[in-house]
Every structure is written in C-alpha cells, then in structure tokens.
C-alpha cells in the first residue's frame, strides 16, 4: 500500500514540475520575444535557446525520471 501512494506521489509531483517548467520556459520565451527586434537576431537567439534545450530537456526529464 506505501509502494501504491509513493508512485502516485511522485507522479503528481513529476506532473506539477513538468507542467511548472513549462509555464516558465513559456513566460521566458513570451518575454525574450519583446526584448529582441529584427528577424536575423530572433534567428540567431532561437538557434541558441534550441540548442540549449536539446541539452537541457533531457537532463531534466532524467533528473525528473520521465
């Protein structure tokens, strides 16, 4: 029965930081969105925050156990 409500616990907390996590990378991007004029400088930030989360969303989702 402790096995049963420690797996539905950590599922309801990996699905809270997920979603938490999202929120913030969203609210980060929205705000980076109006701190950068002109297409080549948006292209060039996105390359860089894409390359930082093809890192990044792997060690996350492992340190989350997703």
């Known amino acids: 029965m402790a096995a049963l409500v420690a ?3 950590f599922d309801l907390v990996r699905s809270l930081i997920g979603s ?3 929120e913030a990378a ?3 991007c ?3 969105d109006t701190k950068i004029h002109g297409r080549a400088a948006r292209f ?3 390359g860089l925050v894409g390359i ?3 890192f990044l969303i ?3 989702a492992g340190l ?3």
Request: charge should be neutral.
């Open 7 to 9: 797996e539905l616990l």
């Open 20 to 22: 938490w996590l999202r």
């Open 26 to 28: 969203v609210a980060v």
């Open 30 to 32: 929205a705000w980076l």
């Open 44 to 46: 060039v930030v996105g």
């Open 52 to 54: 930082a989360a093809y």
């Open 58 to 60: 792997p060690v996350i």
């Open 64 to 66: 989350l156990g997703l």
